[in-house]
T-cell receptor, first 114, second 115 residues
Framework: AQSVTQPDIHITVSEGASLELRCNYS??????LFWYVQSPGQGLQLLLK??????LVQGIKGFEAEFKRSQSSFNLRKPSVHWSDAAEYFC????????????FGKGTRLSVIA | DSGVTQTPKHLITATGQRVTLRCSPR?????VYWYQQSLDQGLQFLIQ???????AKGNILERFSAQQFPDLHSELNLSSLELGDSALYFC??????????????FGSGTQLSVL
């Protein structure tokens, strides 16, 4: 069964600094990969997704993620963090069939300081 | 606003009780998913319905049950509640029920506290 590991529980960055959130997946084939963001008191919102093709995926709010098959990773990046990016970020995976429900990692909480 | 409505937003009850959580999907969405979010377990998939029928089942306890009605709203029933059932329960909806091909739209959740 597929699984997702987000090694960092909590990350703090300064506003304007770059950001990288790590995600490692476990799956026998190439899965479908997603990043979702959860702002305080809100539900989850899709940032970006990877199905196939170009391994660098652009998303909303200036985020991007890179799929690296050799490392089983799908790390989320942003060149310059804004205070409004403070939230919980979840990596998720769906198996190659595409029909199984999303499996989420435990999330990484991002704090942004001035 | 995602278009997915969950009620109530907060629910406080006692151990042994039964509660019902309600979810109205986005207009036109046929599939509803239920997730449980807790600090120790993270986001756990419970169950999925598509057009009134159960499509997938995850880590849902036997004390929990769900259904999707003809108008496509869904209810999650939690019975014989235990302290460990305290969590944030999310509902999400999608058009066709194939998560790889479309994004899920999440409600704001129901915070359940079992005292």
């Amino acid at each position: 069964a597929q699984s997702v590991t987000q090694p960092d529980i909590h990350i703090t960055v300064s506003e304007g600094a770059s950001l990288e959130l790590r995600c490692n997946y476990s799956y026998g084939a190439t899965p479908y990969l997603f990043w979702y963001v959860q702002s305080p008191g809100q539900g989850l919102q899709l940032l970006l997704k990877y199905f196939s093709g170009d391994t660098l995926v652009q998303g909303i709010k200036g985020f991007e993620a890179e799929f690296k098959r050799s490392q089983s990773s799908f790390n989320l990046r942003k060149p310059s963090v804004h205070w409004s990016d403070a939230a919980e970020y979840f990596c998720a995976v769906v198996g190659a069939s595409g029909n199984t429900p999303l499996v989420f990692g435990k999330g990484t909480r991002l704090s942004v300081i001035a | 606003d995602s278009g997915v409505t969950q009620t109530p937003k907060h629910l406080i009850t006692a151990t042994g009780q039964r509660v019902t959580l309600r979810c109205s999907p986005r207009s036109g969405d046929l599939s509803v998913y239920w997730y449980q979010q807790s600090l120790d377990q993270g986001l756990q998939f419970l169950i999925q319905y598509y057009n009134g029928e159960e499509r997938a089942k995850g880590n849902i306890l036997e004390r929990f049950s769900a259904q999707q009605f003809p108008d496509l709203h869904s209810e999650l029933n939690l019975s014989s509640l235990e302290l460990g059932d305290s969590a944030l329960y999310f509902c999400a909806s999608s058009r066709s029920g194939a998560p790889a091909n479309e994004k899920l739209f999440f409600g704001s959740g129901t915070q359940l506290s079992v005292l």
